[in-house]
């Protein structure tokens, strides 16, 4: 029998792996080391050194080093724990471990458990297969970890063995980011300085802001059996075939609709490994597709929202195969279904306790709250090709535009009331305006936007980059993706931008224009520089596409093209006036980029071309078959033609479909081995996007469809989309 039956009728005997629930808050953070943790665990000194360095991301002290080890060594193994590993993200988009075990064996040969500072602090995995981009054959040097204090270290269980996780940034010996903490961690630090600074012109007492991310992940979850029977979701994580089911989204019956038992069973339980973990998950629903959910958290601090999130993905994977499911998180599994993204609501704090993205209260705050709003605009206006490019993938190149997800094209939604806004700033601030004419000042936002922003009916959800109400949500991100790379860029482009306007304010000012005044004029000057990036309407629709272009908004549909923009001089000026990314850097991670997307493509490519080839076409043969020997049989009867007409018709389009499909597959073999003569990389990303992908992947697949609803349903070997999404 083949695995699709099989899988089939083992659905039947399936069960539900239910667990017990406890109280959320007595679970909460019991696997991390917390401050209040370090507290029982460290010397007062030891704890002191660990709080300074966990709130300024700098180092730890070497000389404390030891005894924080110590402590920490001491809280894992009061809870079993035997090994320890650095944490980091290298760009695979995956997470790394080591593990190394506290057991060690002194000189005189006492076995002991033993975890020193140094090893705490900074580790030289055997790492050279992470892509580099040649950073490190052209510095000749290895990879190490170092910790980052920020966040938390963590215990994670997996099955009976415990292992203590320390976050760490991935480095080369000369000190170039080879991950995506570290860069991440430098967009953070620019975005406070520059976002300090201009909030001290209205409130000298802050010291600090703080950016603050809370992602919305979207996933799948189909049955391991029917998973395991396509090679094509095993190896690519989508399906490269499959016709549509007769049913799919079109009835909208799953979307907020009760959670199937099973989901249900398997969200329990890895909610339960993240509040663990201290990951604040909040909510939990369907999605519009079938077998689409969704979760999110409570928003925290970017670095360790986005370390939660990466946990998240691993603890997801890792728990749903106890419940014999499979978590999807790619950008689009199955063709003609909503993709999933992971909307990444953003906004900046201060150690006030201000969200400077929230209206103020008084007229006062509302300029501070009107000064990061219009300055984040601005950013986006002037930056989009780069934010374009943070969320480039051969994943997210099926999701963009596909009119369920924003389009590749960015712009910015404001809502209604704070369109108005905008306008009255730009009609009524004049060059004439003076201190006696101060009534700008006094627009008082407050009172009218919590109910009209914070209302879920001014929201827009076509557009890839929305305000709502208290934060920005930036909606193009995709699924599967690590959002540090996202962040990096919102948060660099918006602390560039910040730079710019404490210029341009203080040049008005020196001119001896009063400072609300000065701040008055270069956000109305702002609002009209980037007036053509606002966007209310349907961003799903043509008619976008159109104005867009005739706004000379860029449009970029496809990865090896979007990533030119992390090269430009502008972006290298960007990034290194900001500490962020060197151009070699830069450089290298371009390059990485485009060979994820050839490998990507390279790998749903083949692929394609085997399940054709050992799949479908032995599939449709055996059923040709089958026809050709029923007409033969009814002729040798003695039947007259019109008997067999309609099986010779049904065996005509089933060989049509075979020989195109196996013409087209070999042609696209073809044109991968052009592609893989190539030398230039991006060139060769490209190739592999229109010769190979756009060149066939649709046509090859149209046949394939088609001969999976011609074909005898017992002769078909792979799981159908019905079976994928409503079998459970
Ligand atoms: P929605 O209407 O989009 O569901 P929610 O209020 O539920 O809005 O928020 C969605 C996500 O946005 C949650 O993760 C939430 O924690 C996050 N969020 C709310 N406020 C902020 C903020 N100031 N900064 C970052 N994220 C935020
Ligand atoms: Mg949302």
Redesign the pocket.
């Given at each position: 029998m083949s695995l699709r039956f099989n899988a089939i009728s083992n659905l039947l005997s399936s069960e539900v792996n239910v667990q017990g629930s406890k109280k959320i808050t007595a679970i909460f953070g019991e696997n991390v080391f917390t401050q209040n943790v370090a507290r029982q665990f460290l010397s007062d000194e030891a704890y002191k050194s660990l709080v300074s360095s966990s709130k300024s991301g700098q180092k730890i002290d070497r000389s404390m080093a030891n005894q924080i080890a110590n402590g920490i060594r001491a809280w894992a193994e009061s809870k079993g724990v035997t090994h320890f590993t650095h944490w980091f993200q290298p760009l695979t988009g995956t997470t790394a471990e080591k593990h190394d075990s506290f057991f060690t064996i002194k000189s005189d040969g006492t076995p002991i458990e033993q975890f020193d500072g140094d090893a705490l602090i900074q580790q030289e995995p055997d790492a050279s297969s992470f892509p580099s981009g040649g950073l490190r054959v052209t510095f000749e040097a290895r990879g190490y970890t170092a910790w980052d204090p920020s966040s938390p270290a963590f215990i994670i269980e997996i099955g009976q063995g415990s292992t203590l996780c320390i976050p760490t940034i991935f480095v080369s010996y000369t000190g170039e980011s080879l991950d995506y903490k570290a860069p991440l961690l430098k967009a953070l630090e620019a975005l406070n300085k520059a976002a300090v600074d201009v909030c001290n012109y209205f409130d000298k007492n802050i010291t600090r802001v703080t950016a603050?991310?809370?992602?919305?992940q979207e996933y799948f979850v189909i049955d391991e059996g029917l998973h395991n029977a396509r090679p094509d979701l095993v190896l690519c994580g989508r399906t490269v075939y499959g016709h549509a089911s007769a049913k799919g989204q079109q009835l909208e019956d799953h979307y907020f609709g009760s959670i199937p038992e099973r989901v249900y069973a398997f969200m329990r339980d890895y909610e339960e490994e993240a509040y663990k973990l201290g990951i604040p998950l909040?909510?939990r629903h369907n999605e519009v597709a079938p077998a689409q959910f969704e979760c999110?958290?409570?928003?925290e601090e970017v670095n360790l929202a986005v370390d939660h999130n990466t946990l998240l993905m691993d603890i997801m994977n890792r728990v749903s195969n106890r419940h014999n499911l499979r978590v999807l998180l790619h950008e689009k599994p199955f063709a003609g279904i909503n993709g999933s993204g992971k909307h990444n609501?953003?906004?900046m704090?201060t150690d006030t306790g201000v969200?400077l993205?929230a209206p103020g209260k008084t007229p006062k705050t509302n300029l501070m709250f009107l000064t990061f709003f219009v300055n984040t605009i601005k950013a986006v206006h002037d930056y989009s090709d780069v934010m374009r490019a943070s969320i480039a993938s051969a994943q997210n190149d099926h999701r963009l535009g596909a009119n369920e997800a924003p389009p590749a094209i960015i712009s910015v939604f404001t809502g209604q009331y704070l369109t108005k806004v905008l306008q009255d700033i730009k009609a009524r601030v004049t060059a004439k305006m003076d201190e006696t004419d101060e009534s700008m000042l006094k627009i008082d936002i407050h009172k009218s936007i919590p109910e009209l922003l914070l209302d879920?009916t001014d929201r827009n959800r076509t557009s890839p980059f929305a305000f709502?109400g208290?934060?920005f949500?930036f909606r193009a991100v995709g699924s599967s993706a690590n959002c540090a790379n996202a962040m990096t860029i919102l948060n660099v482009i918006v602390a560039e931008t910040l730079k710019q306007f404490k210029k341009d304010v203080d040049a008005l000012i020196e001119k001896g224009e009063k400072k609300e005044i000065a701040i008055m004029h270069v956000i109305r000057e702002y609002i009209v520089s980037s007036e053509k990036v606002l966007f209310e309407g349907d961003g799903y629709s043509e008619a976008w596409e159109k104005e867009a272009e005739k706004r000379g908004l860029p449009n970029v549909k496809t990865t090896p093209l979007a990533l030119d923009a992390m090269v430009t001089k502008k972006a290298k000026a960007l990034f290194e006036d900001n500490n962020v990314y060197t151009h070699a850097e830069l450089e290298a991670r371009h390059e990485i980029e485009l060979e994820k997307y050839i490998k990507k493509v390279q790998i749903e490519s083949r692929i394609m071309g085997e399940l054709a080839t050992s799949h479908i076409l032995p599939a449709a043969i055996r059923y040709q078959n089958v026809l050709a020997n029923n007409i033969k049989g009814l002729k040798d009867a003695g039947l007259k033609e019109s008997a067999f007409a309609n099986q010779k018709q049904i065996l005509e389009k089933i060989s049509e479909h075979i020989n195109s499909l196996s013409d087209l597959v070999e042609k696209m073999i073809e044109a991968r081995k052009v592609c893989n003569n190539m030398d230039n990389t991006r060139t060769k990303a490209i190739a592999y996007c229109s010769q190979v992908k756009e060149g066939f992947f649709d046509k090859i697949r149209y046949h394939a469809d088609k001969l999976e609803l011609l074909v005898d349903d017992r002769e078909w070997y792979l799981p159908k989309y019905r079976e994928l999404l409503f079998l459970r």
């Open positions: 603050t991310l809370g992602w919305e909040r909510t999110a958290p409570i928003f609501n953003w906004s704090a969200n993205l879920n709502t208290n934060k949500e």
